[in-house]
């Protein structure tokens, strides 16, 4: 199911393509991580089209907001279950996600969240991270788990920044993240076993 970076491969930094991949308003961070998250494992998602491609980038974000945000008011940005939603529908290469509410008081349900979040990433599953003050306000994507934090893409920047997870549990991680607070991750679901039909030979 992992196939590969894409988009936001190499270290920290920032991402360009025919211009930065950023999220193209205030209100996109959701549907730009997506965006990001389909092309993970389909890498030419977004190759095709006259435009070049950052305009496809941006307009590719637009399209999600509508499919995601169905009934959810757009200027809200997107909710973690039509997130979830959304990837099951339209990127179902990236496989299935559940919520994984945090509860950011409790050190042991942060260092749970973060166990669940470095293991996704090692295996080559992306997280979509929501963020923000006592409000959940901003999303990003952690793709990589570097050995000394996790490299996670940031939308309204366009960069791959590196996250110590500590600065989540002390609520210092605004300077990277832009918000200090973790509420959400998206976690991939493993995938189902393989049924087996009559005859099959064993394993």
């Known amino acids: 199911m992992a196939v590969g970076p894409g988009l936001v491969n190499g270290g920290a930094g920032l991402r ?5 991949l950023r999220q193209v308003d205030g209100t996109t961070c959701g549907p730009a991580v997506l965006t990001v998250l389909a092309a993970w494992t389909e890498p030419g998602r977004l190759d095709t089209g006259t435009a070049g491609f950052a305009d496809r980038f941006g307009a590719a974000q637009k399209r999600v907001h509508r499919q995601v945000n169905r009934l959810w008011p757009r200027f809200l940005g997107t909710t973690p279950f039509g997130l979830v939603r959304w990837l099951r529908r339209f990127a179902p290469a990236s496989g299935r996600y559940r919520v994984r509410w945090v509860d950011d008081t409790s050190p042991a349900d942060l260092t749970g969240a973060f166990d669940a979040v470095s293991a996704a990433v090692r295996a080559g599953r992306p997280v979509p991270l929501m963020v923000g003050t006592w409000l959940p306000r901003h999303w990003v994507l952690a793709i990589a788990d570097t050995g000394r934090g996790w490299r996670i893409y940031e939308p309204s920047s366009g960069e791959v920044r590196v996250l110590d997870p500590d600065a989540l549990r002390e609520r210092r ?5 832009g918000w200090p607070r973790l509420h959400a991750a998206l976690l991939p679901e493993p995938a189902p076993p393989l049924r087996r039909e009559p005859g099959d030979p064993a394993e």
């Open 173 to 177: 991680a605004g300077p990277v993240l």
């Open 16 to 20: 360009r393509r025919d211009g930065a």
